[in-house]
């Protein structure tokens, strides 16, 4: 059985809106929302943990640029910062990608917990408290 090509490994150049030494962004494929964005590290690595401190500062540095030009081309009123590191946590391409989900008022009935849904079951610590 052959491996599938990792997509993020040899993005076509015009994908590609910003890039440093080892990393670069490219908008989602399948954006969930206007300006939904993805930064990857150059080397190809599964896991946020295997990042040298080198590859985390220019992840970052790009999550500021993605955060900018989304804030200037469509004016969200929120982000979602995300990364799903294994198997386990719905990782399906098996190449560190950090997302940056531009959120908008009423894009959800009720976006509290955000981030949390991802075990729906527990999200909702609001509505048990006392």
Known sequence: ????????????????????AHALWIRDGFPVSP?????????????FFETSPQERAALLELLDQAQAAAATEFHPDGFNIGINDGAAAGQTVPHLHIHLIPRYLDDQSDPRGGVRWVIPDKADYWSSRD
């Open 1 to 20: 059985m052959t491996e599938k090509p990792c997509p993020f490994c040899g993005l076509p150049a015009e994908r590609v809106l910003g890039q440093n």
């Open 35 to 47: 300006g939904h964005s993805l930064v990857i590290p150059k080397r190809h690595i599964g896991s």
